[in-house]
Protein backbone atom coordinates (compact mmCIF):
# COMPACT_ATOMS: atom_id res chain seq x y z
CA UNK A 1 0.00 0.00 0.00
CA UNK A 2 2.88 2.26 -0.13
CA UNK A 3 2.13 3.43 -3.33
CA UNK A 4 -1.26 4.69 -2.45
CA UNK A 5 -0.49 6.86 0.85
CA UNK A 6 2.47 8.41 -1.33
CA UNK A 7 0.27 9.11 -3.95
CA UNK A 8 -2.34 10.87 -1.02
CA UNK A 9 0.47 13.18 -0.54
CA UNK A 10 1.12 14.55 -4.05
CA UNK A 11 -2.93 14.58 -3.91
CA UNK A 12 -2.76 16.46 -0.43
CA UNK A 13 -2.42 20.01 -1.76
CA UNK A 14 -4.83 20.41 -4.20
CA UNK A 15 -7.57 18.82 -2.48
CA UNK A 16 -6.71 21.20 0.23
CA UNK A 17 -7.60 24.07 -2.27
CA UNK A 18 -10.60 22.38 -3.05
CA UNK A 19 -8.43 22.76 -6.84
CA UNK A 20 -8.89 18.54 -7.29
CA UNK A 21 -10.36 15.83 -6.22
CA UNK A 22 -13.82 14.38 -3.66
CA UNK A 23 -14.89 16.80 -0.87
CA UNK A 24 -12.59 14.80 1.66
CA UNK A 25 -9.62 16.23 2.57
CA UNK A 26 -9.91 15.89 6.71
CA UNK A 27 -10.27 12.25 5.20
CA UNK A 28 -7.21 11.98 3.41
CA UNK A 29 -5.06 14.37 5.68
CA UNK A 30 -6.15 11.46 8.28
CA UNK A 31 -4.50 8.47 5.78
CA UNK A 32 -1.55 10.84 5.43
CA UNK A 33 -1.02 11.79 9.48
CA UNK A 34 -1.57 8.75 10.25
CA UNK A 35 0.74 6.77 7.49
CA UNK A 36 -2.25 4.35 6.75
CA UNK A 37 -3.55 3.72 3.21
CA UNK A 38 -6.61 0.89 3.06
CA UNK A 39 -9.50 0.53 0.31
CA UNK A 40 -11.02 4.06 1.50
CA UNK A 41 -8.45 5.80 0.66
CA UNK A 42 -8.18 4.26 -2.86
CA UNK A 43 -11.47 5.15 -3.76
CA UNK A 44 -10.92 8.58 -2.55
CA UNK A 45 -7.94 8.78 -4.85
CA UNK A 46 -9.90 7.11 -7.41
CA UNK A 47 -11.83 10.20 -7.80
CA UNK A 48 -8.81 12.77 -8.56
CA UNK A 49 -10.20 13.40 -12.36
CA UNK A 50 -6.64 14.48 -14.19
CA UNK A 51 -4.46 12.02 -12.30
CA UNK A 52 -6.51 9.12 -11.94
CA UNK A 53 -6.31 8.23 -15.61
CA UNK A 54 -2.94 8.72 -16.10
CA UNK A 55 -2.37 6.25 -13.17
CA UNK A 56 -4.31 3.67 -15.29
CA UNK A 57 -2.61 4.57 -18.77
CA UNK A 58 0.99 4.13 -17.24
CA UNK A 59 -0.06 0.69 -15.20
CA UNK A 60 -1.69 -0.20 -18.28
CA UNK A 61 0.70 0.51 -21.09
CA UNK A 62 3.52 -1.16 -18.51
CA UNK A 63 1.70 -4.60 -17.80
CA UNK A 64 1.28 -3.25 -14.12
CA UNK A 65 -2.16 -4.49 -12.63
CA UNK A 66 -2.58 -2.09 -10.14
CA UNK A 67 -2.24 1.63 -10.82
CA UNK A 68 -1.17 2.30 -7.00
CA UNK A 69 1.54 0.40 -7.39
CA UNK A 70 4.49 2.42 -5.95
CA UNK A 71 6.56 2.13 -9.53
CA UNK A 72 3.52 3.83 -10.98
CA UNK A 73 3.14 6.53 -8.69
CA UNK A 74 6.75 7.81 -8.98
CA UNK A 75 6.08 7.42 -13.11
CA UNK A 76 3.32 10.22 -12.80
CA UNK A 77 4.57 12.60 -10.07
CA UNK A 78 8.52 12.59 -10.44
CA UNK A 79 9.01 10.62 -13.57
CA UNK A 80 10.82 7.35 -14.63
CA UNK A 81 11.67 4.30 -17.06
CA UNK A 82 7.81 3.34 -17.02
CA UNK A 83 7.04 6.48 -19.15
CA UNK A 84 9.19 5.69 -21.58
CA UNK A 85 6.88 2.40 -22.22
CA UNK A 86 3.84 4.56 -22.90
CA UNK A 87 3.70 4.60 -26.65
CA UNK A 88 2.54 7.52 -28.58
CA UNK A 89 -0.73 6.07 -29.57
CA UNK A 90 -1.54 5.07 -26.00
CA UNK A 91 -0.88 8.40 -24.78
CA UNK A 92 -3.04 10.12 -27.73
CA UNK A 93 -6.20 7.66 -27.14
CA UNK A 94 -5.87 8.78 -23.41
CA UNK A 95 -5.81 12.41 -24.19
CA UNK A 96 -7.60 12.58 -27.39
CA UNK A 97 -11.05 12.01 -24.69
CA UNK A 98 -10.64 15.02 -22.93
CA UNK A 99 -9.07 17.46 -25.27
CA UNK A 100 -11.48 19.43 -27.68
CA UNK A 101 -10.71 18.26 -31.29
CA UNK A 102 -9.46 21.41 -31.99
CA UNK A 103 -6.57 21.39 -29.66
CA UNK A 104 -5.45 18.01 -30.82
CA UNK A 105 -3.49 18.86 -33.44
CA UNK A 106 -0.66 20.66 -31.58
CA UNK A 107 -0.62 17.88 -28.88
CA UNK A 108 -0.08 15.39 -31.72
CA UNK A 109 2.92 18.02 -32.69
CA UNK A 110 4.41 17.21 -29.01
CA UNK A 111 4.38 13.23 -29.43
CA UNK A 112 6.97 12.34 -31.97
CA UNK A 113 9.57 14.99 -29.68
CA UNK A 114 9.37 12.94 -26.90
CA UNK A 115 6.08 13.69 -24.78
CA UNK A 116 5.09 11.95 -21.85
CA UNK A 117 2.16 10.87 -19.79
CA UNK A 118 3.67 12.61 -16.39
CA UNK A 119 2.30 15.40 -14.36
CA UNK A 120 5.26 18.04 -15.20
CA UNK A 121 4.33 17.61 -19.07
CA UNK A 122 0.34 17.84 -18.22
CA UNK A 123 0.85 21.07 -15.94
CA UNK A 124 3.62 22.91 -18.59
CA UNK A 125 2.00 21.97 -21.93
CA UNK A 126 -2.13 21.94 -20.98
CA UNK A 127 -2.88 25.42 -20.97
CA UNK A 128 -6.41 24.97 -18.79
CA UNK A 129 -6.38 24.19 -15.58
CA UNK A 130 -8.01 20.41 -14.65
CA UNK A 131 -10.05 20.71 -11.77
CA UNK A 132 -13.40 21.66 -10.56
CA UNK A 133 -13.01 25.13 -12.48
CA UNK A 134 -11.54 24.55 -15.95
CA UNK A 135 -9.47 27.77 -15.79
CA UNK A 136 -6.36 28.96 -17.51
CA UNK A 137 -3.13 28.69 -16.19
CA UNK A 138 -1.06 31.21 -15.18
CA UNK A 139 2.69 31.18 -14.67
CA UNK A 140 2.53 31.50 -11.18
CA UNK A 141 -0.52 28.82 -10.88
CA UNK A 142 1.67 26.42 -12.95
CA UNK A 143 4.65 27.08 -10.75
CA UNK A 144 2.44 26.04 -8.06
CA UNK A 145 1.21 23.15 -9.57
CA UNK A 146 3.95 21.73 -10.98
CA UNK A 147 5.85 18.93 -8.85
CA UNK A 148 9.73 21.06 -7.91
CA UNK A 149 12.38 19.73 -6.17
CA UNK A 150 14.40 21.62 -3.69
CA UNK A 151 16.60 21.39 -0.46
CA UNK A 152 15.64 21.81 3.17
CA UNK A 153 17.34 25.14 4.55
CA UNK A 154 15.29 25.82 7.17
CA UNK A 155 12.40 24.58 9.34
CA UNK A 156 9.72 26.42 6.70
CA UNK A 157 12.25 26.83 3.71
CA UNK A 158 13.54 25.29 0.93
CA UNK A 159 15.92 26.41 -1.84
CA UNK A 160 14.13 25.41 -4.78
CA UNK A 161 13.26 26.88 -8.35
CA UNK A 162 10.75 29.30 -9.62
CA UNK A 163 9.04 29.25 -13.04
CA UNK A 164 9.07 32.35 -14.52
CA UNK A 165 8.46 33.73 -18.00
CA UNK A 166 10.82 36.24 -20.06
CA UNK A 167 11.37 37.18 -23.58
CA UNK A 168 8.68 34.88 -24.47
CA UNK A 169 9.77 31.48 -22.77
CA UNK A 170 8.79 29.76 -19.84
CA UNK A 171 12.06 29.08 -17.89
CA UNK A 172 13.11 28.32 -14.48
CA UNK A 173 15.02 30.36 -11.90
CA UNK A 174 17.04 29.89 -8.55
CA UNK A 175 14.14 30.69 -5.31
CA UNK A 176 13.72 30.14 -1.96
CA UNK A 177 10.10 29.28 -0.89
CA UNK A 178 8.43 28.96 2.50
CA UNK A 179 6.71 25.84 2.30
CA UNK A 180 3.98 24.12 4.51
CA UNK A 181 3.99 20.63 5.81
CA UNK A 182 1.82 17.70 7.15
CA UNK A 183 4.03 14.91 8.59
CA UNK A 184 7.32 16.48 9.83
CA UNK A 185 9.62 13.59 8.52
CA UNK A 186 12.46 16.07 7.21
CA UNK A 187 15.15 18.00 8.40
CA UNK A 188 17.59 20.82 6.97
CA UNK A 189 20.17 19.15 4.36
CA UNK A 190 17.23 16.66 2.94
CA UNK A 191 15.89 16.70 -0.18
CA UNK A 192 12.10 17.14 -0.97
CA UNK A 193 9.32 17.66 -3.42
CA UNK A 194 6.69 20.60 -3.40
CA UNK A 195 3.13 20.92 -4.30
CA UNK A 196 0.92 24.16 -4.35
CA UNK A 197 3.53 25.51 -1.24
CA UNK A 198 2.65 21.79 0.85
CA UNK A 199 6.14 19.57 1.15
CA UNK A 200 4.94 16.36 -0.17
CA UNK A 201 7.92 13.52 0.55
CA UNK A 202 11.52 13.23 0.93
CA UNK A 203 13.43 12.05 -2.09
CA UNK A 204 17.34 11.01 -2.91
CA UNK A 205 19.39 12.77 -5.27
CA UNK A 206 18.98 10.51 -7.76
CA UNK A 207 14.94 11.14 -7.73
CA UNK A 208 15.38 14.68 -7.62
CA UNK A 209 17.39 14.27 -10.67
CA UNK A 210 14.62 12.08 -12.61
CA UNK A 211 11.94 15.06 -11.55
CA UNK A 212 14.42 17.68 -12.95
CA UNK A 213 14.72 15.46 -16.12
CA UNK A 214 11.00 15.17 -17.05
CA UNK A 215 10.63 18.75 -15.68
CA UNK A 216 12.98 20.04 -18.43
CA UNK A 217 11.74 17.84 -21.06
CA UNK A 218 8.03 18.96 -20.59
CA UNK A 219 9.08 22.90 -20.64
CA UNK A 220 11.16 22.13 -23.66
CA UNK A 221 7.73 20.98 -25.34
CA UNK A 222 5.53 24.18 -23.93
CA UNK A 223 7.90 26.20 -24.97
CA UNK A 224 7.95 25.14 -29.01
CA UNK A 225 3.81 26.11 -28.79
CA UNK A 226 4.26 29.82 -26.96
Known amino acids: MNGLWRCARY ?27 DLGLKNLLDDFAAMHPYLKLIARE ?15 WLGNQLLDK ?3 KGFFEHTKKRLP ?12 PGAKPNHAFHVLNFITR ?12 MDHCRISAGQV ?8 DRLVYRAGKLKLVP ?3 TVKNLVNDFTPGDWVTLHWGWVCEKINRQQAKR ?3 YTALALRLANQSI
Open 11 to 37: AFAPNYLKYCGPDKNQELKGYISHKQA
Open 62 to 76: NGISDEFDDRVVSAY
Open 86 to 88: VTM
Open 101 to 112: AKELTWFEAKLQ
Open 130 to 141: TGHRAVSHTVES
Open 153 to 160: TGKLTVKT
Open 175 to 177: ATK
Open 211 to 213: LDK
